[in-house]
C-alpha cells in the first residue's frame, strides 16, 4: 500500500520559512519522480515543484528562488523548503509521486502565511 504523509506545515509570517517533508512507503521511492503541488481556496491546485529519480528539478515561476526541492532516497523522503514566504503562498500542500505511470497524493498539509 502507498503512503506519502507529509509533514512541517503551520502558521508563519511573512518572510519566515518552513520546511515540508514528505515521507514514502509502498514505493520503490529512488526511481519516483515526486513532487510538490499546492491549493489555495477557491483555485486549481498546481504544480509548486517536481524533482525526478535522477535529481532533475523543475519550479512554479511564482516560487523560483525562494523554494527548494530536494530528496533523501536513504530515507524515502522529499523536501520543500521554503524561505521569503508571502502571503500569496496560503495554501494546502500536496506531496505527488508519479512512478510506473501511476500517480499518488498525500493528504495535504496546510501553511498559512500570515502576520
Known amino acids: 500500500q502507498v503512503q506519502l504523509v507529509e509533514s512541517g506545515g503551520g502558521l508563519v509570517q511573512p518572510g519566515g520559512s518552513l520546511r515540508l517533508s514528505c515521507a514514502a512507503s509502498?514505493?520503490?521511492?529512488?526511481?519516483?519522480?515526486m513532487g510538490w503541488y499546492r491549493q489555495a481556496p477557491g483555485k486549481e491546485r498546481e504544480m509548486v515543484a517536481t524533482i525526478t529519480g535522477g535529481a532533475y528539478t523543475k519550479y512554479a515561476d511564482s516560487v523560483k528562488g525562494r523554494f527548494f526541492i530536494s530528496r533523501d532516497n536513504a530515507k524515502n523522503t522529499v523536501y520543500l523548503q521554503m524561505n521569503s514566504l508571502k502571503s500569496e503562498d496560503t495554501a494546502v500542500y500536496f506531496c505527488?509521486?508519479?512512478?510506473?505511470?501511476?500517480?499518488?497524493w498525500g493528504q495535504g498539509t496546510q501553511v498559512s502565511v500570515s502576520s
Open positions: 505527488y509521486s508519479l512512478v510506473f505511470r501511476r500517480e499518488y
Open positions: 509502498g514505493i520503490i521511492f529512488s526511481i519516483s519522480d
